[in-house]
C-alpha cells in the first residue's frame, strides 16, 4: 500500500509495508465493523413517540457477552499484530547482519556530513570519502551505519527504506540496511532541531556495483592531501 | 469566607485536612521520586563521582539529620498536645520545631558557603548539581513546612484548629523522611 | 453555622451582589466553584483563540509557502516553530486540561455529588491564580527577545537547554516555567477535587452511585498527580541548564538528553488519559440521558477506566521507539501498548451498547457525544499502527501521528467540550442554548474537521515528516499531488474556524438572550439537576440533597417517568 | 511496642483516628533509637572506608548501614511518629503504589540512562567523561581503553 506511494527499496521495507498492511486490514474491519454497528443502533433506536426505551443494566452475563466477545477478540487480534510487528522490529533493529560496507553519518545544525569508507572498504583510513548532503551506496549490499549528533537530536530517516533512527550527541546508535534498487531519493531529519529543521534535507544516491566503484574511484581523496577523520571517540568526548 | 458544608463532612471517616495531606505526601513522593531517581541512575552508571562527593561534609550532615529527627519527635510531641486538647503545649513545641528547621538551613546556608568558596558550585559537574538541586527542593520544602508551621502554632495558641497541628506535623514528618534518604545517598555514599 | 442561617446568608449575597460584592470579589476572587470553574472555562476558551491562530497561521504557511498570512504576514522558520510549539502545548496544557478537568471538574464535582462547595474553596481559588499566572507567562514569552520557544511541546534538550542551538533563550525559560506552574496548579486543583469526592458526598451516595464524570475525573487526577512528579523535577533540571549553565541533559557534561525524553513521557502519556477520560465521562452522561437508557454495565466502565489507568504507566517509552532507547526495551512497550487498547476498546463498546434499545433524541449535545465515540474510535485504531513497533519505523514522526493523535485529542478536547457546554449549558447560566445553531456548528465542526485530517494520514503515509515549515527542500514530497492536499487540509481548517464563530455567537446570545431553562430541562437523574438554575452560591437552596440509588435509572420498567432522579426516595415509586 | 504505651487507646476509641494515641515518653523512645541508628549510618561507612580494605566487603557495609538502616529509619518514622499503622488502609496502598511507580521508572529508563552500552548503541561521551580537575584516582580507566 505505502509502495503506490514511496517506493520500496530496502531489503526490508517490504516487510513494513506488510505489516502496516495487515494492520490496515485488520483495524480496517473492526473500524469497519463497530461504525456499521453504531450507525445502525442510532438509526434503529431514534426516539418514536410511545416507546420506551428497555432496561438493559448489562450487569447479567448473557448481557454482557456483547462486551466480553469484542474483548476477546480484540485480545486475539493483538496478539497478532504484536507478534508480526516484533518480527519486523526484530529484523530492522535488533538484528544486524554481517556486514558488506560501513559508513558513519554524523548530523550537526543544519547538515549532514557522510563518510563513505572508499575504494579499500575500510573507515579511518586516507582514502575515506566524507561528503556533505549526500550518500553514496550500491544496490545489493548490506551496510551498517554509526550514526552520531554533533549538538542536538537529530534523526536519520530515509523513507524508501522505511528506516528511521534517532541521533543522540554523546552516543553512537549502529543500525544496517541492504538497498535492493538503484534511484536518488531524500534523506530527511525527523527530528526537530531548531529553526533550520527544514534545512536538512540529503539525498541517497543508490547505484549500481559499477557506477559505485567509478564514484569511489573519482572521488577518493588522494593519499598525500588527508586531513585526519573524525573518529568517533572523538565525536563522543566532544566539548 | 463563609465556611461551606462541603468542609466539614467526612464520609471517608477521615478528616479531610489529613486526607489531603496524604493525598500531598503522595505527589510529592514522585517528585522526589524524579530527582532521586535520576541521581541514582547517574550516580550508579557514573563511579567517578565518588571523587566528588567525598568532598561533602558528612558530619554536617549528619547534625542535619538530628535536627531534622528532634524536630520530628517535637511535631510529634505537639500532634500529642493538641489531642489532649492542650492547645499552649502544642504551639509550643511547634515552636521548637520551626526553631529545628531554622538550625537546618542555618546548618545548610554554612555548609553550602564553605563548599562554594572551595569550588564546588552547582555547575562544578553534575554530582554537585544533583546535590544543590535535591538539597535545594527539600530546602524549599522546609522553608513551606516552617512558614505552614507559623500559622498552625498561632492558631494552635489561642486553642483554634487543633486538628492542623497533625496535619502539619505529617508534613514535616514527609520532609524528614526525604531528608534520611537524601543523606546516605548524596553525604555517605562514597 | 447552622445550614440554614448559611444559606440565608448565601440568598442575601446573591441577591445584592453588585451593592455588597462588586464585580471583583464575585467574579475574580470568588471562591465558589462555580465561579472559579466559569473563570477556567474562559480563560480556556480564550486559549483556544491562541491556539487556532497559531494554526491558522502555520497552516497557511503549508499551504502556501512564503506567502504573507492576513493578520500575521510572513511566517519564518523561527516563527514557524514557535507556532507549532504554541499551538501544541497550548491545546494541551491551556485548553483540554483546563476546560476538562478544572472546569468541568470544578462545576460538576460538588453538584454531582451533591455539595455545596469544594472542600478547600480557597485553595480552589489559588489554584486557578496559579493557571492564569501560567496563561500570561506563556502568553508574555512572545514578546520576549529572541521569541517564543520553538522547541517542539515535547521540549527535548539539547535543543531546548541551550540557547545558541534553539536561539530563545529566555522564551525557553518562561515556557518551562509556564507548564511548571499550570503543573502546581493542577496538582492543588487535583487534591481539592479528589478529597472532595472521598468526603463529601451526600448522604447515601455510595461509591457506584457516583456518576461516571465524575469517577473519570477523579481517576485523571490521581493519574496526573502519580506521573506528573518526574517531569516537575526534570522541568527544574531543565530550567538549571537553561539559566545555571548545569549539565543534567548535557551530554559534553556527563548529563543524558535521553533521561529527560523518559521523564516527559512518563508524564506525557498517562497525560493523554487524563484527558480522554474525563471527555469520556462526559460523554456517558450525555448518551444515557438521551438514549433514555441505563448505562451498559456500569462498574465495567469503572473497572476499564481504572485498568486504562494503570496500563497508562507501561507504556510511555512507544513515543521512543527510535528515538535511540535500547531496541530490546521497544519489544516490552509494544507490547504493553497494544493491550491497552483492550480496554479503551472495551469502553467503546460499551457505550455503543448503551444505545441498544433506547430511545434516541439526537439533540446537539447527544450529536457531538456521538461523534465523539465515532471520531474517536479511528483515532483509537491508527494508534494500533504507531504501537506496532515495526509499524512506527515508518510511522514515527510523520504527519501520520500528528493526524492520529488529533483523531484522539479534537474529540476529547473540543467535541468533548462541546458536548459538555451545550448539555450542561442549562444548568450555568439558566437559559437554553440555540439547537438550531447549534446543529449548524455541529456540522460546520465535524465535516471539515474530517477533510483536515483524513489529508494528513495520506501525507504522512506517503512521507511528510513533521514539523517542517517549507516542503519545497525535499523533492520526493513535492511529488504530483501532495501540495493539493497540503492545501485542502489547510482550506478546510479555514472553514472549521469560520464556523466557530457560530458558537460563539450562539454562547453568548444565549448566554444573554436565550430562552429560560427549568431547573432539569433534559429530565436527566443526576443530582445537578435538582439544585435551580442556575445554581446559587451553595448550590441547593432546600437543604444538601439524600441520594437513594444510582445515577442511570432511565426507563425503569416499575416507573411511569422514564428517569428517576437520584434523590427521589423509594416511597415515590408509584 | 508496650503494654502501657496502647492504654490510651481503649479510653478513646470513640474517635477512631485517635487510636494511636501514646505517652510522650514512647516517642522519645523511639527517637532515642533513630538517634542510635543515626550514629550506625554514620559510624558504618566511615569504618567502610578506613578499616576494610576489600572493595567488595566495604561496598556491602556501606549498603546496609548507610540505606538498609535508612530504610529502617524511614519505617520507624512513618510507623510511628506518622501513625501509618492506625491510619485507613488505602493510604498505605497508596504511598506504596507511589514508590512502584518510582520502582518503575527506574526499572524502564534504566536500560538507556544507568547504563552507558547497549544493543547497537554505544553512550561514548558517558564513558568518556571525567570530572572536571580530577586526577582519575577514584573513577575507573574504562574511557581511556579505547585510544
Known sequence: MIDQYVESASTFSGDIDNVIWVVLLITGFWFILAEVVFFGLIFKFLAKPGVKAKYVSGEKPHEKRWVTLPHYATLAFDVVIIVLAIKVWHDVKINLPEADSTVRIISQQWAWTFVHPGPDNKLDTPDDITTVDELHVETDKTYHFELSSRDVLHSFSVPVFRLKQDMIPGRIIKGWFKPTQTGQYDIQCTEICGIGHALMPARIIIETPAQHRIWNQNNAPKVADVTPTTTPTQLGGMP | MIRPIATTREMT??????????????????????????????????????AASAHTNTWAGAFNTLVLLTSSLSAVLAHNAALRKDG????????????????????????????????????????????????????????????????????????????RVENAGLYWHFVDLVWIFLFPLLYIAK | MSTAAAHAEHDHAHGHAHHDEGFIKKYLWSTDHKIIAMQYLFTGIFMAF?????????????AFPGMSVPG??????????????????????????????????????????????????????LSYQLFLLSSIVLIASFYVPGGA???????????????????????????????????????????????????????????????????????????????????????????????LGTGFFDPAKGGDPVLWQHLFWFFGHPEVYVVLLPAMGIVAEIITVFSRKKLFAYKTVLYTAIGTGVLSFFVWAHHQFIAGIDPRMANVFSVTTLLISIPVAEMVFVYI??????????????????????????????????????????????????????????????????????????????????????????WGTIIPFNAIFIPLFLLGARGDHRRIYDYRHFPDLMKAGMQDLRVFATLALLVLLAFQVVFLVNLFYSIFRGEKASANPWNANTLEWQAPSPPPHGNFPQGLPNVYRGPYEYSHPDRQDDYWPQTEPDAAKS | MSDTAHAPASTDAAHGHDAHAHPDSFYIRIWGILLVMLVISVAGPELAHRVVSNETVAFVIVLFTAFGIAIVKAYMVVKNFMHIGVEKKYVGYLLIAMLVLMGLMIGGVGPDVLRH???????????????????????????????
Not at chain 2, 545548610?108 to 535545594?136: D, H, L, P
Not at chain 3, 541551550?162 to 509556564?178: H, I, P, Q, R, V
Not at chain 3, 450529536?367 to 514515527?396: K, N, Q, R
Not at chain 3, 492520529?404 to 442554548?433: C, E, L
Request: net charge neutral; charged share 10%; hydrophobic share 50%.
Open chain 2, 13 to 50: 471517616g477521615m478528616p479531610t485536612g489529613r486526607l489531603a495531606v496524604w493525598w500531598l505526601i503522595a505527589s510529592e513522593i514522585v517528585i522526589f521520586g524524579g530527582v532521586l531517581g535520576s541521581y541514582l541512575m547517574h550516580r550508579i552508571g557514573h563511579k567517578e563521582w565518588a
Open chain 2, 88 to 163: 499552649k503545649r502544642a504551639a509550643k513545641l511547634l515552636w521548637f520545631t520551626i526553631l529545628g528547621g531554622g538550625i537546618f538551613l542555618v546548618v545548610k546556608s554554612i555548609e553550602w558557603t564553605g563548599e562554594i568558596k572551595a569550588g564546588y558550585t552547582i555547575t562544578a559537574n553534575n554530582f554537585w548539581s544533583f546535590y544543590y538541586t535535591a538539597a535545594g527542593l527539600h530546602g524549599l520544602h522546609v522553608i513551606a513546612g516552617m512558614i505552614v508551621m507559623m500559622f498552625v502554632a498561632a492558631d494552635a495558641a489561642k486553642g483554634k484548629e487543633l486538628q
Open chain 3, 50 to 62: 491562541i491556539g487556532g491562530f497559531t494554526v491558522y497561521a502555520f497552516r497557511m504557511q503549508l
Open chain 3, 72 to 125: 500575521y504576514g510572513r511566517v519564518t522558520a523561527t516563527d514557524y516553530n514557535a507556532l507549532v510549539t504554541t499551538h501544541g502545548s497550548v491545546m494541551i496544557f491551556w485548553v483540554a486540561m483546563p476546560v476538562l478537568i478544572a472546569a468541568l471538574g470544578n462545576y460538576l464535582i460538588p453538584l454531582m455529588i451533591g455539595c455545596d462547595d469544594m472542600v478547600f474553596p480557597r485553595l480552589n481559588r
Open chain 3, 149 to 243: 520557544f520553538g522547541g517542539a511541546w515535547t521540549s527535548y534538550p539539547p535543543l531546548s537547554a541551550k540557547a545558541e542551538y534553539s536561539l530563545t533563550g529566555l522564551g525557553s525559560s518562561m515556557w518551562l516555567f509556564a507548564v511548571a506552574l499550570e503543573f502546581a496548579a493542577f496538582l492543588l486543583g487535583g487534591i481539592n477535587f479528589i478529597t472532595t469526592v472521598m468526603n463529601s458526598r451526600a448522604p447515601g451516595m455510595k461509591m457506584f452511585d457516583v456518576p461516571i464524570v465524575v469517577w473519570m475525573i477523579i481517576i485523571a487526577s490521581i493519574l496526573f498527580m502519580a506521573s506528573v512528579g518526574p517531569l516537575i523535577a526534570g522541568a527544574v533540571m531543565l530550567l538549571f541548564d537553561q539559566q
Open chain 3, 353 to 442: 451498547g448503551t444505545l441498544y434499545g433506547g430511545s434516541i433524541r439526537l439533540t446537539t449535545p447527544m450529536l457531538w457525544a456521538l461523534a465523539f465515540i465515532a471520531e474517536f474510535l479511528l483515532g483509537g485504531v491508527t494508534g494500533i499502527f504507531l504501537g506496532a513497533s515495526g509499524a512506527d519505523i515508518y510511522f514515527h514522526d510523520t504527519y501520520f501521528v500528528i493526524a492520529h493523535f488529533h483523531y484522539t485529542f479534537f474529540p476529547i478536547a473540543f467535541i468533548g467540550s462541546f458536548a459538555a457546554i451545550t448539555y450542561w449549558f442549562p444548568k450555568m447560566f439558566g437559559k437554553m442554548m440555540n439547537e438550531t445553531w447549534g446543529k449548524v456548528h455541529f
Open chain 4, 117 to 147: 552500552e547497549g544493543h547497537r548503541w554505544v553512550n561514548q561521551a558517558a564513558k568518556d567523561y571525567k570530572l572536571p580537575g580530577d586526577t582519575g584516582h577514584h573513577g575507573d580507566a574504562h574511557g581511556e581503553a579505547k585510544h
